[in-house]
């Protein structure tokens, strides 16, 4: 039974880029979160997904962030001309149901590093 | 907005010992849960211990166990007979009722277990 699955593990973009990040969740879940993990601080919710449908995008900041979950296909999370700032990893989570204090399963991560 | 403190950024132990490492929270519901994530050097998030703010009865994990003070926000865990592969980053977090699984962490613990 696979978990989150999240790729690339580390991607490397040069400032103006774009980087793109994919998140396939846990079989059966159809709630997908991200959240975003700066170097030595705790991880910032981001976004909370349904299958095509943003539920919650608080979190994200207002220009060159997207995000998306398709009714088919992993959820992406894009970033558009990449800034040093955004050197960070990038964590999917996914789970079950959406009430509260259902489990969330956490993906391994995608590091993101801006040069 | 609620909020969560781990006031200590640092923690050692000698293997074998044991550790508490602090967590506070402010919140002004009644319903909510806590956890504790570790993370060690692979950087996976990897859940220890939940509890559900309306028990009463503090959660026990194996050799992890927390000290809940609902009055107080206070959420405590302790780590009895440390091994060395408790090395990691330790992350509170909060969880509110209603808000759709979005967990708030703190700033986080690195905790390093010595020989």
């Known amino acids: 039974n696979a978990g989150v699955m999240q790729n690339p593990r580390h991607l490397v973009r040069r400032r103006g880029q774009e980087a793109r990040l994919r998140c396939s969740p846990m079989?059966?879940?159809?709630?997908v979160y991200w959240y975003r993990q700066l170097p030595e601080e705790g991880l910032k919710f981001m976004v909370y997904?349904?299958?095509?449908?943003?539920?919650?995008e608080s979190g994200m900041p207002k220009e060159r962030f997207s995000a998306e979950f398709p009714k088919e296909g992993p959820s992406i999370l894009r970033i558009q001309q990449v800034v040093r700032g955004d050197s960070a990893a990038y964590f999917c989570?996914?789970?079950?149901?959406?009430?509260?204090?259902?489990?969330?399963?956490f993906g391994e991560g995608s590091w993101l590093t801006v040069v | 907005a609620q909020t969560v403190t781990q006031s200590q950024p640092e923690m050692s132990v000698q293997e074998a010992e044991t550790v508490t490492l602090s967590c506070t929270y402010d919140?002004?519901?009644?319903?909510?849960?806590l956890f504790w994530y570790k993370q060690p050097p692979s950087r996976q998030m990897i859940l220890v211990i939940r509890?559900?703010?309306?028990?009463?009865q503090n959660a026990t994990e194996n050799r992890f166990s927390v000290n809940f003070q609902k009055a107080a926000k206070s959420f405590s865990l302790k780590i009895s007979d440390s091994q060395l592969g408790d090395t990691a980053m330790y992350f509170c977090?909060?969880?509110?009722?209603?808000?759709?699984?979005?967990?708030?962490f703190g700033g986080g613990t690195r905790l390093m277990v010595k020989p």
């Open positions: 989570a996914s789970s079950l149901f959406a009430v509260g204090g259902n489990t969330i399963y």
């Open positions: 079989k059966g879940h159809s709630h």
């Open positions: 977090a909060f969880m509110s009722e209603n808000a759709g699984n979005m967990l708030t």
């Open positions: 997904l349904q299958k095509e449908n943003i539920i919650d």
């Open positions: 509890q559900e703010a309306y028990k009463q």
């Open positions: 919140t002004s519901e009644n319903n909510y849960y």
